[in-house]
């Protein structure tokens, strides 16, 4: 794989359609739960700032996708990944290519990162 990438398109394309597809669709939650989305490349994987602060980023693998809302947004949702058996660790979660993405959970796992960011910013 690369060791370089100007923005998330090329990163999403270098993977299989099946792949690429969870991608975009997770991309497209995660940018309509921001306000004013910046989108870069970070740790050589698409990833989302919010306020100038990083928010997430998402990897692709062969058979998940891997979300990274940091340790206080796991630490935060550990109930619902094991409720879904989802796999997880301190900074990441993995969501399986043959399931559905959990809108909903990724929609409150960025309004978590968020909010966490806007109380440390007051």
């Known amino acids: 794989m690369k060791n370089t990438f ?3 398109n090329e990163y999403i394309l270098l993977f299989p359609e099946e792949v690429q597809e969870k991608l975009i669709e ?4 995660i940018r309509k739960a921001i306000p004013d989305p910046e989108e870069y490349i ?3 994987m698409p990833a989302f700032k919010y306020k100038g602060k990083p928010l997430v980023y998402f990897a692709g693998y062969k058979n ?3 979300f ?3 340790p206080e947004g796991i630490s935060a ?3 619902d990944f094991k409720e ?3 796999k997880f660790s301190k900074g990441a979660v993995q969501f399986p290519i043959d399931e559905d993405i959990p809108v909903e959970l990724v ?3 960025v309004q978590f990162g968020i909010g966490e960011i806007d109380q440390k910013k007051s």
Do not use: A, D, T
């Open 6 to 8: 100007k923005n998330s």
């Open 26 to 29: 997770l991309r497209e939650i």
């Open 42 to 44: 970070g740790y050589q």
């Open 64 to 66: 998940h996708i891997g």
């Open 68 to 70: 990274y809302p940091g």
């Open 77 to 79: 949702f550990e109930k």
């Open 84 to 86: 879904k058996k989802y």
């Open 107 to 109: 929609k409150r796992m």
